[in-house]
């Protein structure tokens, strides 16, 4: 028997899922956003990404969240003179973390608003089925 009501709550928590994800790559990314290399002329911490597919759920009838993969943005590396740096190189270059700040900050806060929508999905559907419910109880 199909239920719409467990249906939008397997669908908003693929999405609460994906979205957590979506969340610790961020923060791994400010985590790491200053993390050089070990040894002089050495690649620093290469910056995460994840992308998101449709997974067809055929007993459930939906399409639910998935992860398609998490890989590496291979923008290049930003370049700093810092001769005094352990990780520069013969001509005193320092190779950074291509981490942007503003844009791991709005993929956070988009990150965190449709978590947020997720979450809300799945307390309304609560809701509706306790009212089902108390209804039921009360003719």
């Not at 899922?17 to 961020?26: G, N, P, T």
């Not at 005094?84 to 270059?93: E, L, V």
């Given at each position: 028997?199909?239920?719409?009501?467990?249906?939008?709550?397997?669908?908003?928590?693929?999405?609460?899922?994906?979205?957590?994800?979506?969340?610790?790559?961020?923060?791994?990314?400010?985590?790491?956003?200053?993390?050089?290399?070990?040894?002089?002329?050495?690649?620093?911490?290469?910056?995460k990404?994840?992308?998101?597919?449709?997974?067809?759920?055929?007993?459930?009838g939906?399409?639910?969240?998935?992860?398609?993969?998490?890989?590496?943005?291979?923008?290049?590396f930003?370049?700093?003179?810092?001769?005094?740096?352990?990780?520069?190189?013969?001509?005193?270059?320092?190779?950074?973390?291509?981490?942007?700040?503003?844009?791991?900050?709005?993929?956070?806060?988009?990150?965190?608003?449709s978590?947020?929508?997720?979450l809300?999905?799945?307390?309304?559907?609560?809701?509706?089925?306790?009212?089902?419910?108390?209804?039921?109880?009360?003719?």
């Amino acid at each position: 028997m199909f239920d719409p009501l467990a249906s939008v709550s397997r669908i908003a928590g693929s999405g609460l899922q994906a979205q957590a994800k979506r969340l610790q790559i961020v923060s791994e990314n400010l985590a790491n956003s200053q993390s050089t290399g070990a040894t002089p002329g050495s690649d620093p911490f290469r910056r995460k990404t994840i992308s998101f597919r449709g997974e067809m759920d055929r007993a459930l009838g939906a399409e639910l969240v998935g992860i398609r993969n998490v890989g590496t943005d291979r923008s290049p590396f930003r370049i700093e003179h810092d001769p005094s740096h352990p990780a520069a190189d013969a001509n005193g270059n320092v190779k950074l973390p291509n981490v942007n700040m503003l844009t791991e900050m709005a993929d956070l806060r988009e990150a965190n608003r449709s978590y947020e929508a997720n979450l809300q999905m799945i307390k309304r559907a609560r809701s509706m089925v306790n009212a089902t419910l108390d209804l039921l109880r009360s003719s």
